[in-house]
C-alpha cells in the first residue's frame, strides 16, 4: 500500500524510545512499514462519506430495563451463617487481626 504519509525510521524510533522499548533493526524496518500500511489505510478510511451517518457511543444496541429498581433481601442470616467457616447465631467469625 502506497501511501501519502510515511513513518521514518526516526519516527518508528521516537515511538520505541517514547514506549521504554528496545527494537533491533529487523523490527525497526517491519514496525516501518506495517505502520505506513496502517496510516495509509487509515487514509482511505477518511474518505468514506459520514455526513449521513449517525454517531454512536456504542456499537451494540442497549435496551433500557423495564423493571422498578426495588432493594430486596431475598437471604436469611442463618442461611448465610451456615455457610461461614465460624459463626455465631447471628454473626460471622473471624480470625483477629493486629
Keep these: 500500500m502506497a501511501s501519502t504519509k510515511t513513518v521514518t525510521r526516526e519516527d518508528v524510533l521516537h515511538m520505541a524510545q517514547l514506549s521504554r522499548l ?3 533493526e529487523d523490527e525497526i524496518a517491519r514496525f ?3 505502520l505506513s ?6 487514509d482511505i478510511l477518511g474518505k468514506v462519506d459520514t455526513s449521513a451517518v449517525e454517531p454512536l457511543y456504542s456499537p451494540v444496541i442497549h ?5 422498578e429498581d426495588v432493594a430486596e433481601n431475598r437471604r436469611e442470616r442463618a442461611d448465610m451463617l451456615r455457610n461461614a467457616p465460624d459463626g455465631s447465631d447471628e454473626y460471622f467469625i473471624v480470625p483477629r487481626i493486629v
Design 63 to 67: 435496551a433500557p430495563t423495564m423493571r
Design 32 to 34: 516501518t512499514g506495517q
Design 22 to 24: 528496545t527494537v533491533d
Design 37 to 42: 500500511d496502517i496510516l495509509s489505510y487509515m
